[in-house]
Every structure is written in structure tokens, then in C-alpha cells.
């Protein structure tokens, strides 16, 4: 059902503008995968050095205002109407270098996360695809500060996300090359594509209201990740 629109996000200037000041390389790490009757909806980060680095030099609160959005985008996407499953978010590390591995980075990720009010109840899992051996062992530690519920929705792979498409009854047949499947019609959509897309699927898309600024109160809404960025940045050291 169309929800609230807000005019301070869901004009086109305002979404022009927020492409506008992230930049093309700030939000080049974020991927997006439509609902179809074959698979849910997914977020999907693709980050490497390069990609990290302009993640977390995207100006505030214009990364807030970007990552809110994309995360409204993922949970209003009618994965299950579509496929009978709820949305997916999938980090592949496999072209990460280790130097990007440390707590000041992570520490900086968490910052540009700060005030997305971003937890894990409206997505099926949280899919780490190629962890290196060292994000294995930060979480190893990291899981037993999250909630048991959440922790559930956390794999962890050594290899391509499509084992985890696989195990809910997705034939890599059906996802894109760049999450491990075959598929030769599949396309992930970018950063601009997704924010202008919103500005037009309002009739179906829900509209939520974001905090732009932590507020009073939100850590509890986001209690699940912000523990867990908080326990992996302690877990590593620069």
C-alpha cells in the first residue's frame, strides 16, 4: 500500500540531489537485486579498496539519506508477493583487501551507518559471501553480543553467495554473475537507477518517515548491528 510521502526525500530534486552530492564513486560499492517470481530482492555490496574508501568520504548526512532509502528500497521490494521469501542483504568480500580489514575502517563504515536505523528483522539473511579467515575469527566473537534472533539471520561463507540462494530453493540459473550465478538476463541495479525507480513506484512502494541525526532512543532499534560493528572493530586492530 502507498505510504507517507515524504517531500523532503521523495521529490525528484531531492533524489537528484542526493545522487548529486554522494557522487558516482561514493555509493559504487551498493547493488540492488528486484524481486521476481524466481528469488527475493536483495542488497548487495560489492566493496573493494577503492569502493570502501569513497564509502566512508561520502559527506554526511548525505550517506545517511542514500543508505536510508536503500534500505527502504530492499524491505518494500515485494519479494514475498513475488517469490514467498523476504529480502536478502549480502556483503561479498571477495575482492576486499586485507588492509581494509581494520577497526578504523569498519569503525568508519559504522559512522556512515550511524543514523540508518538499520536492523535485521525485515530481511530473510545477512550473507557474507568469500569471508577471509579474519573476519571468521572477529565473528566467532562478534556473534555472541547480538541477539540470538539475529544472529540466526547471519551466514557466513567462504564462497559465493549463490550456495545461499541455492539452499533456500534459488537455481543460480536465476541470479546475476556477480554473486555467483548464471544467469545471462539478471542485472543488478545501481545507486541511481534504484533512487530514481522509487520516485516512481510510489503506488506500491511503502514511504517511511527516517531520522537523518541519531536520535534519543534509536540505539535500541538498531541495537543487533551496531553491537556487532562494535564487537568486530574491537576484535581487530590497525
Known amino acids: 500500500a502507498q ?5 523532503a526525500y521523495d521529490s525528484p530534486a531531492s533524489r537528484e540531489r542526493i545522487i548529486s552530492e554522494c557522487g558516482e564513486q561514493g ?7 528486484e524481486a521476481t517470481e524466481h528469488h527475493p530482492a536483495a542488497c548487495v555490496l560489492l566493496p573493494n579498496n577503492k569502493t570502501m574508501k569513497a564509502f566512508n568520504a561520502v559527506p554526511k548526512p548525505w550517506s545517511w539519506k542514500a543508505v536510508n532509502l536503500f534500505y527502504e528500497y530492499a524491505i518494500c521490494e515485494p519479494s514475498y508477493r513475488l517469490a514467498d521469501q523476504a529480502s536478502i ?3 561479498d568480500t571477495g575482492k576486499l583487501g586485507m588492509t581494509m580489514w581494520t577497526a578504523s575502517v569498519i569503525k568508519a ?5 550511524a543514523a540508518a536505523q538499520f536492523h535485521p528483522e525485515p530481511f530473510s539473511a545477512f550473507v557474507i559471501a568469500h569471508s577471509p579467515a579474519l573476519f571468521n575469527f572477529a565473528w566467532s566473537i562478534g556473534k ?3 541477539t540470538e534472533t539475529a544472529r540466526e539471520k547471519f551466514v557466513v561463507l567462504s564462497g559465493s553467495a549463490a550456495a545461499h540462494f541455492e539452499k533456500i530453493g534459488v537455481a543460480r540459473e536465476h541470479i546475476p554473475p556477480e554473486i555467483g550465478g548464471t544467469s545471462k538476463s539478471e542485472v543488478l541495479l545501481k545507486p541511481p537507477d534504484v533512487l530514481r525507480r522509487m520516485m516512481h513506484k510510489r503506488g506500491t512502494c511503502c514511504s517511511v518517515v527516517w531520522s537523518v541525526s541519531p536520535a534519543p532512543g534509536s540505539a535500541t532499534r538498531t541495537a543487533d548491528v551496531s553491537l556487532l560493528v562494535v564487537s568486530l572493530s574491537v576484535s581487530l586492530v590497525d
Not at 505510504?3 to 517531500?7: H, I, K, R, T, Y
Not at 555509493?27 to 537485486?33: I, P, T, V
Not at 563504515?109 to 551507518?113: D, E, K, P
Request: glycine share 4%; hydrophobic share 70%.
Open 89 to 91: 542483504f549480502i556483503i
Open 144 to 146: 555472541y553480543f547480538i
Open 3 to 7: 505510504g507517507f510521502v515524504n517531500p
Open 109 to 113: 563504515v559504522a559512522s556512515q551507518l
Open 27 to 33: 555509493l559504487a560499492l551498493w547493488n540492488f537485486m
